[in-house]
């Protein structure tokens, strides 16, 4: 299955210490005939792997998560994006009912639907009324009966015996039905054919053109494989749509459409059901979706709280030195570089609101400035850099020939260190910046 051959690309990097490009590539590799082998679009497949390649290649070595959990990760949060990022909801009408028709073949999962969102409508405080509007099979009426008595929902349907109908005079006639009955929600459901064909999508927008509903539901089973995407792209262009259900979610489904139709379509995935009792459904969760495609969800959690566990403890320790007053000449230079680019910023934009008055200063800050500090720090000893303080006469000499700069520029910078470890002491006990405007001083 797709879980298993995703977890099989991901046992490789398991212990790396660092991601080679042989290793990324492998993963890719890997990934890439998972997805495939999942009935996942050719086209899905090829930018999903170049995203995850490109971002995995940036990965930073971390603290906090190994290189394998990163690529899980950055795999997760790729997934989430092409099932859509958020779960999108509903769009209700402000006035009148607000009309959902359903569209797509036969035995996508349409009138069992309707019943699903039938009840899932009335424990939301709704009123739904479904229409029976798929007149071509003899059952498919009576089938609508039976789930909407089963939800507890009202159903319009044409007189017995009148089951030839024009299914577009049905949905007509439940409009006015439900606007003197007062049911807020109507719910559509239509005729599907076992292929896409011209007379089907030409019925479908003759009833999307008579109910000018609010939202077209593509109902899509998820078990379809490979011809989701065409089924997908002949109802985007036939009869247009504004969500995607995907039905049978509980069966050996590969999850390749669910991955596809979002991405294809560009078109949110809003439902998905998961089997043949009314309850067995849900607005569809991408994050959800992604963890269980995934199979990871212990590692998911993990690599959550890991993430945190870092952010906390990075937290920490920065106002620990804050407090103790150890500020090194390590972070002297973090927060040299810092300034530096935001003097390049401040060229770049011109001027900032507020940045006025440092601008020139900020101007003069610059890269070679930077370089000069950098080459000075690195001819340190690391004691002396954990202790400036120790930096005498004789030391500052050694420097300043070690850096090839001179005795004047080491003594500058030793200066600034100790003018910046006094601010950020004062900073530390609450005191604000001294000199700077709009702080208390
Ligand atoms: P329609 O032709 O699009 O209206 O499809 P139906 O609603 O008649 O459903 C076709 C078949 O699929 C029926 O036997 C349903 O019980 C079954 N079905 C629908 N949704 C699901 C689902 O989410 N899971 C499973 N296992 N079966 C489903
Ligand atoms: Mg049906």
């Known amino acids: 299955s797709l879980q298993d051959r995703l977890q099989s690309a991901f046992k490789n990097l398991r212990g790396k210490g660092r991601l080679t490009e042989a290793d990324i590539d492998a993963t890719a590799r890997e990934i890439r005939l998972a997805l495939l082998e999942a009935d996942v679009s050719v086209s899905v497949v090829r930018d999903f792997v170049a995203t995850v390649k490109e971002r995995s290649a940036g990965v930073e070595v971390s603290r906090a998560l190994n290189p394998g959990q990163q690529v899980v990760k950055i795999v997760n949060e790729e997934l989430i994006g092409i099932l859509g990022g958020e779960t999108r909801r509903i769009r209700f009408a402000k006035n009148g009912p607000t009309v959902i028709m359903l569209a797509g073949l036969q035995g996508a999962g349409k009138t069992t639907l309707a019943g699903k969102l039938g009840l899932w409508l009335k424990e939301q405080g709704k009123s739904p009324m479904l229409v029976a509007a ?34 577009v005079q049905v949905a007509r006639r439940a409009m006015e039905e439900a606007r003197r009955t007062l049911h807020d929600v109507v719910v559509v459901d239509t005729a599907g054919r076992l292929g896409i064909d011209a007379e089907l999508m030409r019925q479908a927008a003759d009833i999307r053109a008579a109910v000018d509903p609010d939202e077209v539901l593509f109902v899509i089973d998820a078990m379809i494989g490979q011809d989701a995407v065409q089924t997908a792209q002949a109802f985007a262009d036939g009869v247009d749509f504004t969500g995607v259900v995907l039905t049978k979610l509980d069966g050996d489904a590969r999850g390749g459409a669910a991955l596809s139709v979002r991405q294809v379509t560009g078109r949110p995935i809003m439902f998905a059901s998961t089997g043949e009792k009314l309850t067995d459904f849900d607005v569809f969760h991408p994050d959800r979706m992604a963890s269980r495609i995934l199979d ?25 030195k804050l407090m103790g007053g150890k ?12 300034i530096a680019k935001m003097g390049s910023m401040t060229k770049l934009l011109g001027m900032m609101p507020g940045m006025g008055q440092y601008k020139e200063q900020l101007a003069n800050f610059d890269e070679r400035e930077i370089d000069k500090i950098k080459a000075i720090i690195y001819s340190m000893t690391p004691a002396e850099r954990d202790n400036p303080k120790m930096i005498d006469g004789s030391r500052r ?16 910078m030793v200066d600034r260190f100790f003018e910046a470890s006094k601010m950020m002491q004062q900073m530390a006990k609450g005191g604000g910046v001294p000199g700077m405007p709009g702080m208390p001083g």
């Open 327 to 338: 500020f090194t000449l390590t972070d002297f230079l973090a927060q040299m570089e810092a």
């Open 296 to 320: 990871m969800g212990d590692m998911l959690t993990l690599i959550e709280q890991a993430e945190k566990a870092m952010d906390a403890e990075e937290a920490t320790a920065a106002a620990e």
């Open 134 to 167: 798929d007149l071509q099979r003899p059952n498919a009426v009576t089938q609508l009966q039976v789930v909407g008595q089963q939800a507890g929902v009202t159903v319009f349907a044409p007189e017995p015996g009148n089951g030839t109908g024009d299914p």
């Open 397 to 412: 000499a050694r420097i300043s020939k070690g850096s090839g700069t001179e005795v004047k520029d080491v003594n500058q």
